[in-house]
């Protein structure tokens, strides 16, 4: 044995790779728990290497094996499967790093690696009988390359290394840095010696040698045990959070279902409410039914934040900009200020600098929102004294830096209580506030709506004497007009857009599977003396609107059946419809500019939110009649 190992000295590193490969097999057999894809291309790849080494130092011997055929075949096929194993062993790592990095290949690329593997298999397999890759010359008792040399024996070795570099380098982002290290190293010694030892010409074997590296240094990096407890951890954690994730996703589109449902009945009671505020003599019932507009309308606004935070925590809540005019904007607030001091002893002031630019860019229903908060916080929690609400600002460029402030005399808020003052769901001070109306949503929904505007909201407050909420916002300036000439046009060219045009003569389709619903919009159309046809089935109505030439439509969004875009989609498809130009509007409780603008791209020229509102209705209905 002595003499064989002296006279074939390049065999000396094979024999010290076995080594490694055997304790590598011995220690996957003893410790291996999960029986995975990767730890099973792992254990193939530890096999292969070890059977190159075992090939490497059987190789020398096929040199006395003795001159006949059969003795020949069993000659090449050793020679042989030192090629055969290391494309395997490449095979494998090739496998492993897929696995590693959770890589996805196309379909063509994992055909072509099984492929390439056969294709290594039977060139190598067949090559004692072809002599493809070798040929023994008994002339000079060695081995000399076939004419197939370079591409059955290293071909296949190159595809599967350029294969994992584009593994590694398409997903080196996502790599841990202990794996970047691992595979890194790896590559370098598998792949490496596989170009070095043939440049050598055969003075010394290192094939085996440094494969053996390799994948010890990926067994101690990788696939030891403890850092597969980790990596077990690690999953757990991933799959707790997708989890949690898909149940919040869960939550948030039941919460949305469920406002919707709750929009429907409410438009209904609204709807009904204002007939009756309408049309009612007696004091009791009004009375009876101004109360119920104040509940009902609490109850839609808090329906609305539990919504709003529902589109915050699945990333669905999105700002939407465009022009308008800030004295507009600040005009609804005040009004909202009025009505809800009506019944209070508390003094209010509106202080609105004059030379502030009007025309401005921006999402003007979510900065109402978020002033509407404030506003209504400070109602809320002044019982006495006065409510100031300031706006100024300083132009600088193209931008207006906006500051709303609302300071009330309150009750104020304690400091211990500052830091949950923007959190969702949390009331402060309960012991004083129990009686007062509210979800704790207002102010949680206004920071965050602030930071997506790229706003902020500061506080100040002395408890037990009031609160000042200042709001910092930047908004794009659209022209020259200052709030004073907005309103200076405005009373010139004033009109009562509450009165609803006369339509005599012409025809009106509501379609809406709510009885109630159909009848608050009768009612509210009802002044304009237009003919009013209202229909629940969405199928009679796609065919009423084949037949029947109207003037207006309002359609539904949610119906069972045919949903109103998808009737109006079907009516404007067919150009002899008498209503394929007939202007039409969505009824919905979507009504954000994002939804509006999804409508739009359907066809409809205007929508009309849930509950409905008269003044909302009439003007739309004299704008398109």
């Not at 055909?111 to 390439?116: E, P």
């Not at 007939?275 to 007696?282: A, D």
Request: with cysteine.
């Amino acid at each position: 044995m002595v003499d064989y190992l002296i006279a074939n000295n390049k065999i000396t590193y094979d024999i010290a790779a076995i080594f490694f490969d055997l304790i590598i097999v011995i220690f996957l057999h003893l410790i291996s728990e999960e029986d995975t894809k990767t730890t099973k291309a792992f254990r193939h790849m530890a096999y292969c290497a070890l059977l190159i080494t075992l090939a490497e130092v059987l190789a020398p011997l096929d040199l006395n094996l003795p001159a006949s055929y059969w003795w020949g075949v069993l000659r090449d096929y050793i020679e042989v499967t030192q090629f055969l194993f290391e494309h395997l062993v490449l095979y494998f790592f090739a496998l492993y790093v897929t696995c590693v990095t959770n890589h996805n290949p196309p379909r063509i690329m994992a055909i072509t690696n099984k492929l390439m593997l056969y294709y290594a298999i039977i060139v190598s397999l067949t090559d004692p009988f072809t002599h493809f890759i070798f040929e023994f010359d008994t002339d000079k008792w060695a081995y000399v390359s076939g004419p197939m040399y370079f591409w059955g024996g290293y071909l296949p070795a190159f595809y599967f290394g350029a294969y994992v570099l584009f593994v590694y380098i398409s997903e080196f982002k996502t790599m841990m840095d202990r794996e970047k290290s691992a595979i890194f190293f790896t590559i370098v010694m598998v792949f490496g010696v596989a170009v070095l030892q043939p440049a050598m010409h055969g003075r010394l074997k290192l094939v085996s040698l440094f494969t053996s590296l390799g994948v010890f240094i990926l067994y101690l990096t990788l696939e030891s045990r403890d850092y597969q407890k980790i990596l077990s951890t690690q999953n757990q954690l991933m799959q707790a959070r997708e989890d949690a994730a898909a149940a919040n996703r869960a939550k948030s589109v039941f919460i949305a279902s469920l406002s919707h449902e709750i929009r429907t009945p409410m438009n209904a009671i609204l709807g009904i409410n204002e007939v009756i505020l309408r049309n009612s003599k007696e004091p009791a019932v009004l009375n009876y039914s101004r109360d119920m507009k104040k509940a009902g309308t609490s109850l839609l606004t808090i329906i609305n934040d539990v919504l709003d935070v529902s589109k915050m925590e699945a990333g669905q809540f999105v700002i939407m900009e465009e022009n308008y005019h800030l004295d507009e904007m600040v005009d609804g607030l005040a009004k909202k200020l009025t009505e809800g001091l009506a019944n209070k002893k508390v003094e209010y002031q509106l202080r609105v600098r004059e030379d502030l630019p009007d025309e401005l860019y921006g999402d003007e229903a979510r900065l109402t929102q978020v002033l509407s908060n404030i506003i209504d916080n400070a109602i809320k929690f002044t019982k006495r004294g006065i409510i100031v609400f300031d706006v100024d600002g300083e132009k600088e460029g193209d931008y207006v830096h906006l500051t709303f402030t609302v300071t009330d005399t309150g009750v104020g808020i304690r400091q211990e209580d500052m830091g949950d003052l923007f959190k969702n769901f949390k009331r402060i001070d309960m012991e004083n506030n129990r009686s007062i109306e509210g979800t704790g949503l207002g102010l949680s929904i206004a920071k965050q709506i602030l930071t997506l505007m790229g706003g902020t909201v500061e506080v100040e407050s002395t408890y037990g004497k009031g609160s000042i909420f200042t709001v910092h916002i930047s908004q794009r300036v659209m022209s020259e007009l200052t709030v004073i000439q907005h309103r200076q046009n405005v009373q010139n060219g004033v009109t009562d857009k509450k009165r609803i045009q006369y339509a005599v003569g012409k025809k009106v389709l509501v379609v809406d599977d709510n009885d109630m619903n159909l009848k608050v919009a009768e009612t509210f159309l009802h002044p304009s003396k237009a003919t009013i046809i209202t229909m629940k089935d969405s199928s009679e109505a796609l065919k009423e609107l084949a037949s029947v030439q109207y003037d207006l439509v309002f359609l539904d969004d949610l119906m069972p059946g045919l949903n109103g875009p998808a009737i109006l989609l079907r009516t404007r498809r067919n150009d002899r419809n008498p209503n394929a130009a007939t202007p039409a509007v969505i009824m919905t409780a979507k009504s954000s500019k994002r939804d509006r603008k999804e409508y739009e791209k359907v066809g409809f020229e205007d929508c009309i939110s849930k509950p409905l509102v008269e003044e909302e209705l009439v003007e739309v209905f004299n704008r398109l009649i």
